[in-house]
């Protein structure tokens, strides 16, 4: 017994080294160029931003919108993905900080607090170029901003460097960046995405002749974090003209034959 432990001496050793090298060598990186630059692979953050609809939850790996990463809801304009993107913000602006950077400079903050969301923790942005609106939300999110909704119906083409620092400060403090619009986006933005979901309207939901708000499919379109393909089905209340019913429905996810039923909902009418 003893000639063994004095055999794993050296080897625990030499370990305690390299280990004590390493952290000097991090220490200096981080010292000189921000506590963010590196991290060690089990620092990632392992929970996701729940939404409050656990279909939607479920698209995302883990459950919720990922935490130190870009995600993106992506869809043309009028098919509900702006009107989600602020659901969500108004839901999470309830208990955390918030952020939207509109690059449209077409949202309001009326339309969170029409979604029930507490304007107190909501910042806004209005960014009529795309550096300064990243650099923004890079700068909220280190301050201590948790959710950021980025919002435009085209993404023009940004410096490699942009969305890189915005995911670095996402890693940093484990906070949420959602994009919200358009059909492509830069190689830039592409490169540091870990999820793509896609939505699509499929159908008004009616009530006394108002439409009263929007059904819309979601899929996994592409992701880092699980295999693609899954999706769910959701129906947001718009906040007029029948304020009670404002919000988030879960309608549970996508069957294997959803799709022979799309011209049927496309026909949905909800009285």
């Known amino acids: ?35 963010g630059v590196v991290r060690w692979g089990g620092d990632r953050q392992s929970s996701g931003l729940e939404t409050g609809a656990g279909s939607l939850d479920a698209l995302f790996v883990p459950g919720g919108i990922p935490r130190g990463r ?3 809801l992506a869809g043309l304009p009028g098919e509900g993905g702006a009107s989600l993107g602020l659901a969500l913000l108004a839901g999470v602006s309830r208990d955390l900080p918030v952020a939207l950077v509109d690059f449209e400079q077409s949202a309001d903050p009326g339309d969170v607090a029409d979604y029930g969301g507490r304007l107190e923790n909501c910042w806004w942005v ?22 950021c909704l980025l919002l435009a119906e085209s993404w023009p083409q940004v410096g490699r460097a942009v969305p890189a620092l915005l995911q670095a400060a996402l890693e940093e403090r484990g906070a949420v960046a959602l994009l919200v619009g358009g ?21 008004w939901t009616m009530t006394h002749g108002d439409v009263a708000g929007i059904r819309v499919r979601l899929e996994v379109a592409r992701s880092r ?15 007029r003209p029948y304020p009670n019913r404002t919000g988030i429905v879960d309608l549970g996810g996508l069957a294997a034959d959803d799709g022979d039923l ?10």
């Not at 923004?136 to 959710?147: K, T, Y």
């Not at 830069?186 to 490169?191: D, N, R, T, W």
């Not at 974090?225 to 906040?239: D, Q």
């Not at 799309?262 to 009285?271: F, I, K, P, R, Y």
């Open 126 to 147: 209005r960014a009529p170029e795309p550096e300064p609106g990243w650099a923004a939300a890079r700068s909220l999110v280190l301050a201590g901003v948790d959710f």
């Open 70 to 72: 870009l995600s993106w």
């Open 225 to 239: 974090l699980g295999a693609p393909g899954a999706g769910c089905r959701l129906e947001i209340g718009f906040p």
């Open 1 to 35: 017994m003893k000639v063994e432990r004095a055999q794993r001496l050296p080897a625990e050793r030499e370990r305690q080294l390299r280990h004590d090298s390493l952290q000097g060598a991090l220490a200096g990186i981080r010292h000189r160029y921000g506590p």
């Open 183 to 203: 059909m492509e986006v830069p190689a830039s933005v592409g490169a540091r995405l870990g999820v793509r979901i896609s939505c699509r309207r499929e159908s």
């Open 262 to 271: 799309e011209e049927l909902l496309a026909q949905a009418v909800v009285g």
